[in-house]
């Protein structure tokens, strides 16, 4: 079984998405399909033995859409995926730029007309209250022909997907919302047209001064500036894989033969030795293996630091260098990298449906032909019920502008926008904050989370020991007492040792030459510097020597779960550092920012309850449950469950693992390289524990989006189609004029997509 994500061609609305769906759905071979009109694209689970991405792209070319299958694909044995990447990105988008290209040329060519329109029939319509003085014989004959020409040619040239709508409509049986703009204009322009043709054959039967040309060429028009508008707002909500996409660069400098050559980035192979100049892209991930510079990483880690590169250390693709040259070997090519998972996480989770996107596909499948029922039904009304009251020729008027006017403002375009549009940009403004979302259903569940469970190390701190407190006991001050115990260390593995070590090289500070070192099995070590004995190590070590010093002040360091070193010679003790894994500068404002939000927060660490408890204490953690294992962190989450608590997990996605799955929304930390992105719903790239307040609120903002695009739309047609229809004349005389259905119309949806756009500017 393969799956894989093609962008759709043709696809004007919601009904197109229902269409495709369906159609798609019955293809033999085809196991599951989601359609996603937002983001024009249709994600397909089929069996490559009985179908083929071509011969899906066949089941629906007839009804006007088709799939775009990178050619050459399967003739170079690649997925389309890999073969879009090896020929090149950003394709689409200039397929979309040419589209909205089209659109405004025609709209341009249209407006013209339109406006002229609109004049006459403003007019005409003033004329009629006395307002200005009637039409002359002579510019009313004028008009009676030029407004035909004019809505020829909107109809056959701009309105031509309209008229393709109804052609499918009446070969296929399949309804879109082009199929209803053209049947409701081409009725208004071939009823027109029959009264112009055979004007004096039907004068005693209906009254011919009214013809329909204007609606036929203002309606085709708004509805196509409509699109136009659309269109460009729908390009804007994409733009966060767009800059994504220029993080990638294009070439890399390759030593082959001995010589440095740049080759497209396709070309990089794993085990290159790949030259990173100053103010170059990093092209692929890799390790460094000669020369160092720092490297800026905020695309990754989003700290604005740019970070020390030596031998040793882990590029990642997309990242800037900055000063230096170095040279690191690639490990990491093409879809491995770093960037072309967070490219694809983006992709698949914009193209992802969120549950509250069920309603309006349900809603927008059946909208379509409800509308063609509706509009028939009251076009028949106004011919039963108003031929009595109104005469037949009154009753056929006002009984076509109802027929267009709700075919016209029933399109379900803006239902269709609310829930797409909305998650694209919420999940793309995510991705530049560094919060990776795998699909929009963990979005919309992350806004109802009450409780936060959060994992201790890697999470609340920085998860690896690091030296934090220096006393010094004795004449030596701080500097030389770190000196002596760096020194000892660096002979030393144990993770302590290397976190002493971590310290003197950051303070740079120079290491001492130590002789006959000796390690002390469960105590600690000792070694010789210039000709005095040292000894460092634990309390049982400075025991065993006879010594004696103020214990209390070591104690203190011990209740805080702090591990301490102590330095010493034969004779006396010198000092002593501490050894911690130090809370993370952002965990006490984000736990804070959480209570804000009404939110409980609950620490989970196989750590002893002392350290826990103290720990908990520094950050304002509301509950700490110590000494456990990954399966009691999995019991814990189902314990909240079972109290009916919406429970999202935070951990590294490693050992959490299990109970990030049982979460209603497991986080990865994510660090670096090593960002566990499949591991999670969520994955806050950097580790930043802040960054889950802003994914909760980015969930709030997100949701609050779609409710309101979802209640405009609602409300938008629930108000417009019984005014199109003429149901409150008989009441206050309101008949909504087809040329008003036709801006509402766009109006609605270029102010969802407006609304959803909204979600770039807020904060988090």
């Known amino acids: 079984m393969r799956t894989q994500t093609y962008d759709v061609k043709g696809m004007h609305c919601a009904s197109c998405a229902s269409i495709i769906e369906k159609t798609l759905k019955k293809t033999e071979g085809v196991h599951a399909i989601e359609v996603n009109y937002g983001t024009e694209r249709v994600k397909v689970s089929f069996d490559p033995s009985k179908t083929s991405p071509h011969e899906l792209s066949k089941h629906i070319e007839s009804l006007g859409y088709s799939l775009r299958v990178p050619p050459g694909a399967e003739m170079m044995n690649m997925s389309e995926e890999e073969h879009a990447a090896h020929a090149g990105l950003g394709r689409s988008k200039d397929e979309k730029l040419m589209e909205i290209t089209d659109l405004r040329s025609k709209v341009i060519s249209a407006i013209p007309l339109a406006i002229f329109s609109i004049l006459v029939m403003g007019w005409d319509i003033a004329a009629q209250y006395a307002m200005v003085p009637a039409m002359g014989t002579t510019p009313k004959e004028f008009f009676h022909h030029l407004l035909p020409i004019f809505a020829?040619?909107?109809?056959?040239v701009v309105g031509k997907p309209y008229l393709l709508g109804v052609y499918r409509f009446a070969r296929y049986g399949k309804a879109n919302m082009d199929t209803l703009i053209g049947i409701g204009t081409s009725v208004a322009f071939l009823y027109s047209f029959i009264v112009s043709a055979f004007e004096d054959t039907l004068r005693p039967f209906i009254n011919v001064e009214h013809t329909y040309y204007d609606v036929t060429i203002v309606v085709i028009t708004f509805i196509a500036l409509g699109k136009y508008l659309e269109a460009r707002s729908k390009l804007r909500t994409g733009d966060a894989i767009e800059k994504l996409l220029h993080l990638q660069a294009k070439t890399a400098l390759v030593i082959r033969d001995g010589t440095e050559t740049d080759i497209p980035i396709a070309d990089v192979r794993h085990g290159d030795h790949v030259v990173v100049k100053p103010g170059a892209r990093i092209p692929v991930d890799g390790v460094v293996i000669d020369g160092s510079?720092?490297?800026?990483?905020?695309?990754?880690?989003?700290?604005?630091?740019?970070?020390?590169?030596?031998?040793?250390?882990?590029?990642?693709?997309?990242?800037?260098?900055t000063t230096g040259t170095f040279t690191f070997e690639a490990t990491k090519i093409g879809s491995e990298t770093l960037l072309a998972q967070i490219i694809r996480m983006v992709e698949e989770a914009q193209g992802s449906r969120a549950p509250i996107q069920a309603l309006a596909d349900k809603i927008s499948s059946v909208f379509v032909p409800t509308t063609l029922v509706i509009a028939?039904?009251?076009?028949?009304?106004?011919l039963l019920i108003g031929t009595s009251t109104l005469g037949f020729s009154q009753a056929l008027s006002f009984g076509l502008v109802s027929f267009v006017g709700v075919l016209v403002i029933a399109c379900p375009c803006a239902l269709g926008l609310a829930t797409p549009t909305a998650i694209i940009v919420g999940i793309g403004k995510g991705a530049k904050e560094g919060i990776l979302v795998k699909d929009a259903a963990t979005l919309e569940t992350l806004h109802k989370i009450d409780t936060v469970i959060l994992d201790k190390t890697g999470t609340v701190t920085i998860g690896k020991p690091m030296l934090t407190d220096i006393q010094s006991l004795s004449a030596l001050n701080e500097r030389a007492l770190v000196t002596i115990l760096a020194s000892l260390e660096k002979k030393s593995e144990h993770p302590v040792a290397h976190a002493i070590g971590m310290y003197a090289e950051e303070k740079e500070i120079n290491f001492n030459v130590v002789s006959e070192f000796e390690g002390m099995q469960g105590k600690g070590i000792k070694g010789t510097i210039e000709g005095v004995e040292y000894f460092a190590g634990n309390a049982k070590l400075i025991n065993e020597l006879g010594l004696t010093f103020d214990r209390s002040s070591i104690d203190r360091f011990t209740t805080q779960g702090k591990t301490p070193v102590i330095l010493a010679t034969k004779e006396e003790v010198l000092g002593f550092v501490t050894v911690a894994d130090e809370i993370k500068k952002e965990s006490k404002e984000a736990i804070a920012d959480l209570h804000r939000l009404g939110i409980k927060v609950v620490m989970l660490t196989g750590d002893e309850e002392k350290t826990a408890q103290y720990v908990a204490s520094l950050v304002g953690i509301d509950e700490v449950v110590a000494h456990v294992l990954p399966e009691d962190k999995l019991r814990k989450v189902q314990e909240l469950q079972g109290q009916g608590k919406i429970v999202a997990m935070a951990g590294d996605g490693v050992n959490d693992a299990p109970a990030l799955a049982q979460a209603n929304v497991g986080i990865a930390m994510g660090t670096g390289t090593d960002v566990a992105i499949e591991s999670a719903g969520i994955t806050l790239l950097g580790g930043d524990l802040s960054k889950l307040v802003k994914a909760i609120k980015l969930s709030k903002l997100t949701m609050r989006g779609i409710k309101q695009n979802l209640f405009w739309a609602f409300i938008y047609n629930s108000i417009g189609i019984p005014l199109a229809a003429g149901l409150f004349y008989p009441i206050f005389g309101w008949l909504l004029s087809p040329v008003f259905a036709g801006m509402a119309m766009a109006f609605s949806s270029v102010s969802v997509v407006s609304n959803s756009l909204r979600i770039k500017a807020q904060r988090l």
């Open 376 to 382: 028939f039904l009251t076009l028949g009304a106004w």
């Open 293 to 321: 510079s720092f490297v800026d990483e905020s695309m990754v880690t989003g700290e604005p630091m740019p970070v020390k590169k030596g031998i040793g250390g882990a590029v990642v693709s997309g990242t800037m260098n």
């Open 152 to 156: 020829t040619y909107t109809l056959f």
